[in-house]
């Protein structure tokens, strides 16, 4: 039986792979984080332990495919080479996820469900979405094999202008948000606003995406509107030190963000 969840979305339109590929292969990866190891030299320690196997595409069995090609994949390949996915992002998370009692999460552009493993692994409960049917088929696969499938909703399908708002009495209280949409950064905010006009949700973490348009504009306009705040994460090169033993703290004294931003970034909305 179809989940209210996943019945939401449209499913009309799908990703998949262009190169002509059924299924891609798989690699596992020991997901084994902690704060005493950085995964890469420039990026934090997480400040909680994290450990889960993690099925990724095998990467390297596909490099340099000319057409968008599901198993040509930086996440694979970055967790492959250093056991994490983008370690500033990580590190924040892992921070807000274990920082409040279990809670739900939404992931909205989940992939093969790096954000909601972390959130699983905290004892949330998460609801995923994802265009690649391939990468909700993984990220279903990784949260049967960790056991913890029975707080996993995941649902493909694309977010639009008419797609249904999000209410608390389907979500309930919201811990984190998190939003990498390619340039529908500003619709996925649109159907969150009954969430922040409740005050339901703790924390976004949004993907900026100016190279696709606007849509990074309205989503910041349609969180300052419900009076988040919007800080900028670190880039790589920063200065790590203040990170070692709480990211959540640094974040919150970090700039806002600029009005002329002109490449991709993530920021960290913090409710009011």
Same mark, same amino acid.
């Given at each position: ?6 019945? *939401? ?26 704060? *005493? ?20 595409? =095998? ?37 807000? %996820? ?20 972390? $959130?699983? $692994? ?18 279903? %696969? ?23 708002? #999000? ?12 939003? =990498? ?7 996925? @905010? ?6 922040? $006009? ?6 976004? #973490? ?14 910041? =306009?349609?969180? @300052?509107?419900?009076?988040?705040? @919007?800080? #900028? ?14 990211? %959540?703290? =640094? ?9 002329? %931003? @002109? ?10």
């Amino acid at each position: 039986m179809t989940s209210p969840w996943a019945q *939401r979305w449209d499913a009309a339109r799908l990703d998949g792979c262009e190169a002509g590929h059924s299924i891609h292969e798989r690699i596992t990866v020991p997901v084994d984080l902690c704060p *005493r190891a950085r995964p890469i030299p420039d990026g934090p320690a997480v400040p909680h332990p994290v450990r889960f196997d993690f099925c990724v595409f =095998d990467a390297a069995v596909y490099e340099g495919t000319d057409v968008y090609c599901t198993g040509d994949d930086e996440l694979s390949r970055s967790m492959v080479e250093q056991g994490c996915w983008e370690p500033w992002q990580t590190a924040l998370a892992v921070d807000i %996820l274990a920082g409040g009692p279990p809670g739900t999460v939404i992931d909205l552009g989940s992939h093969v469900g790096w954000y909601s493993m972390l $959130a699983l $692994a905290f004892g949330h409960r998460v609801f995923a979405l994802d265009a690649d049917t391939e990468h909700v088929v993984l990220s279903v %696969l990784n949260a049967t094999l960790a056991g913890w499938r029975d707080r996993f909703d995941v649902a493909v399908g694309w977010l639009d202008a008419d797609s249904t708002p #999000l209410g608390v009495e389907e979500t309930g209280p919201v811990r984190l948000v998190k939003i =990498d949409l390619e340039g529908e950064e500003g619709t996925a @905010a649109e159907k969150l606003v009954p969430l922040l $006009a409740e005050g339901a949700v703790d924390y976004a #973490l949004v993907e900026l995406s100016p190279e696709f348009g606007d849509g990074w504009r309205d989503a910041l =306009d349609v969180f @300052a509107a419900a009076g988040y705040s @919007a800080h #900028l994460l670190p880039d790589k090169g920063d200065d790590v030190a203040a990170f070692e033993f709480g990211p %959540l703290a =640094d974040i919150l004294r970090r700039p806002r963000v600029p009005p002329d %931003l @002109a490449v991709q970034a993530t920021v960290l909305m913090v409710a009011p």
